[in-house]
Structure formats: structure tokens, C-alpha cells
């Protein structure tokens, strides 16, 4: 009885401890690719032979797996195409263009043959979702393997991925093969492709793509046969001749969620070397539109990479690839898409936005659709601080900023004032309009961060920024991962910012209602907050001839303050409780005599009305 009982005890401390583990250290799905790819350039079709092996790492027995198939959402009647047709500010790249594709024009994949561990399996396509039914589960911490024939045509370009792009572009593939669906804490993440975000496993991909040779290929991924291939790629710099109608080109990418490529007969290639042994490639197709601008790319994008890194975290791959195609801008691991014909400034905007995507969605893997704002946010706020740094450097025209993030701040307080806004916790299909999905995901995104270093200090943001990467690449993390590292950086409790940033659309609004003077040693300054969302705030108070004293005050459920703003040391003062809408500031001047007091002086707090956050005498 006694043995039974230790044995029950050892049993349910070694089931807590894996629960602990498991809520510490989250674990990962991840899979290995194998696919060979035979393009047809007459048809735009091509068929494929897709192996993976998958790695159950989940504590849960697998009964279902879930593929996504994003070429069917290019189909009259598709969910993206009724969608695009009844939301009122319709994409202007889609808005009916899928209802009128003709068969030829379509993208589809059909799925020939599918084999779990050798066996077949039933399935069925619903959409842009295909649903597979186990005979066997995949247990909990167990392998599989699963053997796929499809055969599929690329669409017409209309968003993202396709062919024949409005600068022509031959073929620009991205979302382009049956994409296992990710499987997390959260269960199964099969969402319908209606041209939002993305979710996806660690995997390793080998992919070989067998092409008429005339076709140049960039993407994800290092060519794993460049002494055959050419076009630039291998260290011999000789012409390499070609035998046969096609060419086949070998592909590894390790520890991706995504394989993007691209083929152009007309792609001019340039790889550019960094000091550090990292290359970057570049494909463009020469004209008086691009090679000026492109050419000039390669430098100005090592300098942003060596910033880059010194900032947000070392960049872990040996390689990334620049490329024009695609509708606009686009992330992909190891790459983006690009189109090409633009201004230099345009040109270097749109590369670095979508570099630093590599930091913010490439690396860190946060789960797009639902949390987008913490993907395009965050690249946002970065892009900002680079290009700014650029333009420091008079490596690309225009006068850089004192303050670089004043734009999310006000437009995230315009968004506000329309009445279109929606919580940051909205999926990101499920935005009722374009533009409310827009704003908060790029502006409202960079201005959590913006605002967020008000709270907590530059320096320690700064560090906190660094100390997120560290930790969370790789791991898929979420909005609670993020704060919880800028807590612990800090010292201070955040979940009341995240829970006002995030979960409302409530505003900050602060005042200085009044300023009166009691005697020659003291002035009291009454603060009010006219807005329900909460802040610590810091009033510059400057003096007769010129002096300046800074004060913070603090909210009481922060537990604690910022020390230092910009170098300079704060006075800090009596906590403001978030229950009370107003706070009186004493302030014991000794014969000084007050000029102007400023709420925020840093202008990194979204107030929604800045003109009474100033008094002068």
C-alpha cells in the first residue's frame, strides 16, 4: 500500500513538472519537406511529389491533419472572392478581378494521391482547406510520414502569388504548394485563405524545381547546385552551358516555415557579399525603371542590415534574397517579393519593411491572423527607426525626423476618432473593414511599441526589444511572451497596457486643467485624464531663464517607475491611482518662476488632443 502510494506520488510530480515545462518552454510541431516540382511555362501548370515527414511534439494524439491550399481561394466564388466583392473598401488589387478569371486564368491544386506512413487516406477538399481523416493517430510525441501527388495551375496575378505580374513577371510563387496546417497550444490553426496572414511549422524544405533553362529562380532557400545551374550563383563566373529543355534546380532551406520562389526569363541576378560572410542576392529585370535604383540596392541594404542586427538580433541565415514580383511588398523566409519599378526611397522603403519582417514573423513565427499588429507593428516601428538611420547617413534623399513615430501615434488617434476601430484582439479575416485592419496592424501595432517605451524608458525598451528576439526565436510567441519579457526587463507589472492596448479601443487623453500659484515657493498644477486609457505621466516644468526639472508620475498598478528618460534623470512623485481622474502636482520652486509646464515633452504618448497638454505663463 505504502510502495503504491509513493509510486502514485512520483507519477503526479512528474506529470506537474511536465506541465510546467510545457507552459515555459512551449513545444513545437515541426516537419521536413521533400518535393520535386515539374513546371510546365506553356500551361502554367505543374505537377508535384511531396514527403513529409511530420514530428508530433504535442502532448495530444493527431486523429486529423489539416493541409491549406491556397491557389483554390483564385476561383470564381471563392471565399476571397466573395469576400473582396461584399466588404465596402475592397482591395483595389482584387475587389472583383477573381470572379471574372476564366479557366485558364484560375489557380487550383488537385490532389492525385495521399499516403499516411505508406497507407492511403480518405480526405477531402473543402476550399482552400484539405481535411485528412487518420486511420491511425499520430500519438503524442510520435512521427509520420505522408506522401502527396497533386497537380496544379498558377493563377492569374492578383494578390501575392501568380503569374504574369503587372511589370511582368513571369511567375512569382508564393503560397504555392499544400502547406500542412500549424498544430499548437491552441489546437489546430486551419484557417480559409481569404488574403490575410499566414501561420506556419519549423520545417525543413528540399525542394528541386525543374523549369524550361531559359527561366531564372530566386527564393528561400540555398541552391544546392549552383556549378550546374549558373545565372550567377556559382563561384566560377564562366557561362555554364545547358543541355536539354529543362533545368532543375536543388533548394535547402533549414528551420523555415515557408518556401517562396520566383522564375523570370529576363532576371538580372547580382549577389552582393557581406563582411560577415552573409550574402544577399538580388533579381530585377533591367530598365530604365529599375537597374539604377536596384543596383544601388546592395549597399544601402548592408548598411541597414548591419543596424539591423546591432538592434532587433543577429540574423540567422547565411543568405536573403531580393526580388521583384508579387502585387506590392511581401515577407517570405529568407526573401520577399517585391515590385521593382519604383523610386529609390520607395525602393529601399519597401526592402527594408520587408527585411525586418524576417525578425518579426520569420523568426519569431507569431501567429499572423491572430496577432498581426505584433508582425506588422513591429515591423513598422523598426522599418521607421532604419530608414531614418539611412537618411542620417545620406545614404537615400530626405531629412530625417526628430521624432520618427509621430505618424503611428496620430494615426492610431485618427483611426480612434472614426469610429471604425477595432480591439488589436480581432482575427485578422474578421475585420469588418480594410482600412480598420490596416490601422491596427501596421499603425496601432507600432504605436503599442511606441507608446510602450514612454512607459518603461527608451534604454530599457531598447534592451527589452534585444532581449525578446533572444528568447523567443523560434518559438512562436504571443502578445503575454512579449510583455512578459519587457516585465521582466523592466521590473514593472504591464498587463494593464497590454490589456488597454490591446483588448480596447479606449484612447489616452490627459490635461493640464489648471495651474495656480499659492505663495513664492509653491504652484499647484492639476493634471486630469479626460480619456479611459491610463498612463504614467511625465511633466517638464521650465523655469526663468531657461532651467528645466522633469518629474514622472507613476500609476499605482505599474509597482514601481521609470528612472531615466534620454539620459536624463527623473524626479519621481506620488503614484496616480487609475480610479482617479484627476491629480494635483506640488511644486516647490524656492523663487523660481514657472514659464511653461508640458505634459509629455518626448511626444511618444498617443494623446488624442495635444493642445492641452501645454501651459504657458
Not at 484560375?106 to 484539405?130: A, F, P, Q, R
Not at 520545417?203 to 528541386?208: A, G, I, L, R
Not at 509653491?522 to 523655469?543: A, N
Request: net charge neutral; charged share 25%.
Amino acid at each position: 500500500m505504502i510502495k503504491k502510494g509513493i509510486s502514485l506520488i512520483w507519477g503526479l510530480n512528474f506529470l506537474l513538472i511536465f506541465q510546467m515545462n510545457a507552459q515555459v518552454d512551449r513545444w513545437q510541431q515541426r516537419a521536413e519537406y521533400q518535393m520535386e516540382i515539374d513546371m510546365n511555362v506553356e500551361t502554367h501548370q505543374f505537377t508535384g511529389k511531396q514527403s513529409i515527414k511530420y514530428f508530433n511534439n504535442s502532448p495530444d494524439d493527431l486523429n486529423r491533419v489539416f493541409y491549406h491550399l491556397y491557389f483554390n481561394a483564385f476561383q470564381p466564388g471563392s471565399m476571397m472572392d466573395v469576400r473582396s466583392r461584399t466588404i465596402t473598401d475592397a482591395d483595389p488589387r482584387v475587389n472583383d478581378r477573381i470572379s471574372k478569371l476564366k479557366p485558364n486564368e484560375i489557380g487550383y491544386h488537385k490532389i492525385k494521391s495521399l499516403k499516411h506512413n505508406g497507407k492511403d487516406v480518405k480526405y477531402e477538399v473543402v476550399g482552400t482547406i484539405l481535411e485528412v481523416e487518420l486511420k491511425e493517430a499520430i500519438p503524442g510525441g510520435g512521427t509520420a510520414t505522408f506522401d502527396m501527388e497533386f497537380e496544379s495551375q498558377v493563377p492569374i496575378q492578383i494578390r501575392r502569388s501568380g503569374r504574369d505580374n503587372k511589370e511582368g513577371i513571369s511567375y512569382s510563387m508564393a503560397q504555392w504548394y499544400p502547406k500542412m496546417c500549424e498544430y499548437d497550444y491552441q489546437g489546430w490553426h486551419a484557417n480559409p485563405y481569404v488574403g490575410r496572414e499566414y501561420y506556419g511549422i519549423w520545417s525543413d524544405f528540399d525542394v528541386k524545381i525543374s523549369i524550361d533553362k531559359k527561366y531564372i529562380i530566386g527564393g528561400t532557400g540555398y541552391l544546392q547546385n549552383p556549378e550546374k545551374i549558373g545565372h550567377g550563383y556559382q563561384k566560377n563566373k564562366e557561362k555554364v552551358k545547358h543541355s536539354g529543355k529543362k533545368l532543375t534546380w536543388h533548394f535547402k532551406a533549414p528551420n523555415v516555415h515557408d518556401f517562396m520562389w520566383a522564375a523570370d526569363p529576363d532576371y538580372k541576378h547580382i549577389s552582393y557579399e557581406r563582411d560577415n560572410g552573409m550574402t544577399m542576392h538580388f533579381f530585377f529585370q533591367p530598365g530604365k525603371r529599375t537597374t539604377d535604383n536596384w543596383e544601388m540596392l546592395p549597399k544601402i541594404m548592408d548598411e541597414a542590415f548591419e543596424l539591423i542586427n546591432k538592434t532587433y538580433g543577429e540574423y540567422p541565415y547565411k543568405q536573403y534574397t531580393f526580388i521583384q514580383g508579387g502585387d506590392g511588398g511581401m515577407e517570405y523566409p529568407m526573401g520577399t517579393l517585391i515590385t521593382g519599378e519604383r523610386t529609390l526611397v520607395s525602393l529601399v522603403g519597401v526592402s527594408v519593411h520587408e527585411l525586418m519582417h524576417s525578425w518579426y514573423q520569420m523568426i519569431l513565427g507569431t501567429n499572423e491572423s491572430l496577432y498581426a499588429w505584433m508582425d506588422e507593428g513591429f515591423t513598422s516601428y523598426a522599418s521607421s527607426e532604419v530608414m531614418n538611420y539611412l537618411k542620417k547617413q545620406k545614404l537615400i534623399p530626405g531629412k530625417p525626423a526628430d521624432f520618427i513615430h509621430a505618424g503611428s501615434n496620430g494615426g492610431w488617434v485618427r483611426l480612434s476618432q472614426t469610429g471604425m476601430e477595432e480591439p488589436l484582439t480581432t482575427h485578422a479575416d474578421h475585420f469588418q473593414t480594410n482600412r480598420a485592419y490596416s490601422m491596427a496592424a501596421y499603425v496601432k501595432g507600432a504605436a503599442f511599441l511606441t507608446n510602450l517605451s514612454y512607459v518603461i524608458g527608451q534604454e530599457t525598451f531598447d534592451k527589452g526589444m534585444l532581449r525578446y528576439f533572444d528568447t523567443w526565436k523560434f518559438k512562436h510567441p504571443n502578445v503575454n511572451d512579449f510583455i512578459r519579457v519587457m516585465e521582466k526587463e523592466s521590473g514593472l507589472e504591464l498587463d494593464w497596457f497590454k490589456e488597454y492596448m490591446v483588448n480596447s479601443t479606449h484612447t489616452i487623453d490627459y490635461s493640464i486643467k489648471s495651474v495656480e500659484k499659492f505663495d513664492k515657493k509653491q504652484t499647484k498644477i492639476s493634471l486630469e485624464r479626460k480619456g479611459k486609457f491610463p498612463m504614467p505621466i511625465d511633466v517638464k516644468v521650465t523655469y526663468k531663464k531657461g532651467k528645466t526639472e522633469t518629474f514622472t508620475i507613476p500609476l499605482r498598478m505599474m509597482r514601481g517607475e521609470k528612472k531615466m528618460e534620454n539620459g536624463t534623470k527623473l524626479s519621481v512623485l506620488e503614484d496616480w491611482p487609475w480610479t482617479h481622474p484627476t491629480y494635483d502636482l506640488i511644486l516647490n520652486q524656492k523663487n523660481k518662476k514657472v514659464e511653461k509646464i508640458e505634459i509629455d515633452p518626448s511626444k511618444r504618448m498617443g494623446d488624442a488632443n495635444l493642445e492641452d497638454n501645454s501651459w504657458k505663463k
